[in-house]
């Protein structure tokens, strides 16, 4: 039997139309994929392809969006401790910006115009949590151990630029430019030399810090000693009420309100140059200033305890008129690092930035926290207070019981007299300016 697919049988239907039309179709099919495989998007999906492929060959790799192999080097951080945090937020956007991963900075274990022969560098995973601090802030910004560099050798010297004709379009221009410049770019590092980065030139706004401070988190050892401290006030709260007749008025726990109190003599001398020089009187506040505004807070109930967070100089005062302790209303229960017990036994343990860091978390957790918005140290336990309380949903505290996480600053008067101004963080501000240096344009509204 012969088959269908004959010899004969397949001359005939190659000489017939069809199986002419057929040819065609094919060649036309044949040409049109030639096409679109050399067209201009997929020639640029394949030089993208090759380019991926050479980055993975190189060893080259990105960690939640972040490339892990190029790195930005910054000098040892100082000043005080909220300072530095403010410098190492900027080091971090920085980095972000030229896309970047930034080295693990040096901190500063003092203040370095008070004790110059004390200033050694301590890392930054001593104070905050490497590991977490990446956690928190994946995708967002990242930071490296130097161990993670191939090539110490090829750095590139970025110089930050300073007097009165460094701006700040000037200053990130530069850092624009060495983000885009193919030369800069393939250094390995680069290392930023001038300038102290807390003086680096502000581009980010407040939000972008905040979200850099949400990932530093204090070490265990520190929260623990923190924890401690805010334990002896509770106690020392609970051990006043004992001895009161008439028991309180508050269920539950005494409130703590913690009083960052600025009245030292270098701070006094400060406030006033920067009072001359902002042409304002709201940056000073006396002793009594404090202690009626404090007083006056509204829904302030008796008894409540106060922690005064003062400078060491202060709890040096011989004379009783001159100690903190005194002349607070009725009601009012003041204790500040000596007289809890703690001075020596919690903060003489540790180096300068080490008691601000306990500090810091002590006024944090505070149930109300009253400070002074000139205060770099105040106005971050104000922005992470606002964050906490937006989270919870409270947007304002101008109204009694509005927000959980109540701020005041003593230097501002309130919406009555006596009163100091509720204080929230404006979320929506494009800089950190009135952070880093302080504003008397301070609202109960986060924005």
């Known amino acids: 039997m012969n088959s269908p697919l004959s010899c004969k049988n397949l001359r005939l239907f190659s000489n017939s139309v069809a199986c002419k039309c057929l040819v065609l179709v094919g060649i036309a099919l044949f040409y049109r994929a ?139 221009e530069q850092l624009k430019h060495s983000a885009r410049n193919e030369s800069i770019d393939e250094f390995e590092v680069i290392r930023v030399i001038g300038k102290n980065p807390f003086l680096w030139h502000d581009h980010w706004p407040v939000e972008d810090y905040a979200k850099v401070f949400e990932c530093m988190v204090v070490v265990d050892e520190i929260s623990r000693e923190a924890d401690k401290v805010v334990m002896k ?48 009187s709201e940056i000073c506040s006396s002793k009594s200033e404090i202690m009626e505004r404090v007083g006056n807070i509204p829904g302030l109930k008796t008894p409540t305890v106060l922690y005064l967070a003062v400078a060491d100089t202060l709890l040096e005062a011989k004379e009783e008129d001159s100690s903190v302790l005194t002349g607070w209303r009725d009601g009012l229960i003041p204790f500040e690092k000596k007289k809890l017990g703690v001075k020596e036994e919690i903060y003489g343990k540790y180096s300068y930035l080490i008691q601000s860091a306990i500090d810091y978390e002590v006024c944090l957790r505070a149930d109300i926290f009253v400070g002074n918005s000139f205060s770099t140290f105040s106005s971050l336990i104000v922005l992470e207070r606002t964050q906490k309380a937006r989270r919870l949903g409270f947007m304002s505290s101008c109204k009694d019981g509005e927000n959980e996480w109540r701020s005041y600053a003593y230097n501002l008067a309130g919406e009555s007299k006596g009163v100091p101004r509720r204080w929230m963080t404006n979320m929506t501000h494009s800089s950190l300016q009135a952070i880093s240096y302080g504003s008397n344009a301070v609202s109960c509204s986060s924005g």
């Open 34 to 172: 030639l096409l679109l495989s050399y067209s201009p998007r997929n020639a640029l999906n394949g030089s993208l392809l090759i380019r991926a492929r050479h980055m993975s060959d190189s060893s080259s790799s990105l960690t939640d969006g972040i490339r892990a192999d190029k790195f930005l080097e910054v000098p040892q951080i100082v000043w005080g401790l909220n300072n530095q945090k403010i410098a190492f937020a900027r080091a971090c956007l920085t980095a972000r910006l030229m896309n970047r991963t930034l080295l693990m900075p040096s901190l500063s274990s003092s203040l370095f115009y008070k004790e110059v022969d004390k200033l050694r560098p301590i890392p930054f995973d001593k104070v905050f949590q490497f590991e977490r601090f990446n956690s928190l802030c994946s995708g967002f910004v990242r930071i490296s151990q130097f161990s993670d560099v191939r090539n110490r050798a090829h750095v590139f010297d970025l110089e930050k630029g300073s007097g009165r004709r460094w701006t700040v379009e000037r200053d990130l």
């Open 233 to 280: 006030i509770r106690e020392a709260g609970e051990a006043e009420r004992a001895k009161l007749e008439s028991k309180t008025e508050i269920p539950g726990p005494i409130p703590f309100v913690a009083v960052h109190m600025r009245i030292e003599i270098d701070w006094m001398i400060h406030c006033k140059k920067l009072e001359q020089r902002k042409k304002v």
